[in-house]
């Protein structure tokens, strides 16, 4: 049961800019514990996105930006196009878990 | 380039014990810059971090697991394993390997995953 809700699935047309949330609470995003994000392509293993909030690993478009406030997170994508449909998943730590946590998955369509 | 490779039985009896082995290439596991963990994903749903090691075989676990679960290190093969007992059907999943950045107080993520191995409990 994951602790990082995100909405199911986003769409939008190729060149658009859309938005993922990821809420959380007091017990992970809200006190301060960093959000990292995650891109699944189809058949393929998880690929890290973003990190630590809003950090880019190389290689990785700057089209693809984070962003964290209170106990929630964002990723968006800018200038979609037809090879960002993936989930994308979001994760942090929770402390009164005592684990790492993995937001719900969302599924990008491009229209 | 840093190279992860999951390994092992794809299909395990109900009961018996489940043993996948990661072979990391391209870096060392003895570095103490990193830390290296498991994550599963049953068909066609989420992510769940089972555990992490770091090169010196401190290990922690996911509560929910950690009756079950063992994950050790052998840095002559540069490898790391993960055995979980006692499984059922819920625990088939895709198995990935990953390395970690070292812990931090904010938090660490999952820099390198494996292809992934799917083990089906049957």
């Known amino acids: 049961q994951s602790v990082l809700t995100q909405p199911p699935s986003v769409s939008g047309a190729p060149g658009q800019r859309v938005t993922i949330s990821c809420t959380g609470s007091?017990?992970?995003?809200?006190?301060?514990?960093?959000v990292h994000w995650y891109q699944q392509l189809p058949g393929t293993a998880p690929k890290l996105l973003i990190y630590?909030?809003?950090n880019r690993p190389s290689g990785v478009p700057d089209r693809f930006s984070g962003s964290k406030s209170g106990t929630s997170a964002s990723l968006a994508i800018t200038g979609l196009r037809a090879e960002d449909e993936a989930d994308y998943y979001c994760q942090s730590y929770d402390s009164s878990l005592s684990r790492y946590v993995f937001g719900t998955g969302t599924t990008i369509t491009v229209l | 380039q840093l190279q992860l490779l999951e390994s092992g039985p794809g299909l395990v009896k109900p009961s018996e014990t489940l043993s996948l082995t990661c072979s990391v290439s391209?870096?060392?596991?003895?570095?103490?810059?990193?830390?290296w963990g498991w994550v599963r994903q049953p068909p066609g749903q989420g992510l769940e971090w089972i555990g992490s090691v770091y090169y010196s075989g401190s290990a922690h676990y996911t509560p929910t697991l950690k009756s079950r679960v063992t994950i050790s290190v052998d840095t002559s093969k540069n490898q790391f394993s993960l055995k979980l007992t006692s499984v059922t059907a819920a625990d088939t999943a895709i198995y990935y390997c990953?390395?970690?950045?070292?812990?931090?107080?904010?938090?660490?993520?999952?820099?390198?995953w494996g292809q992934g191995s799917l083990v089906t409990v049957s």
């Open positions: 630590a909030n809003n």
């Open positions: 990953a390395r970690l950045n070292y812990p931090t107080s904010s938090g660490e993520h999952f820099q390198h």
């Open positions: 007091s017990s992970n995003i809200g006190t301060g514990y960093d």
């Open positions: 391209g870096g060392s596991l003895s570095s103490r810059n990193y830390y």
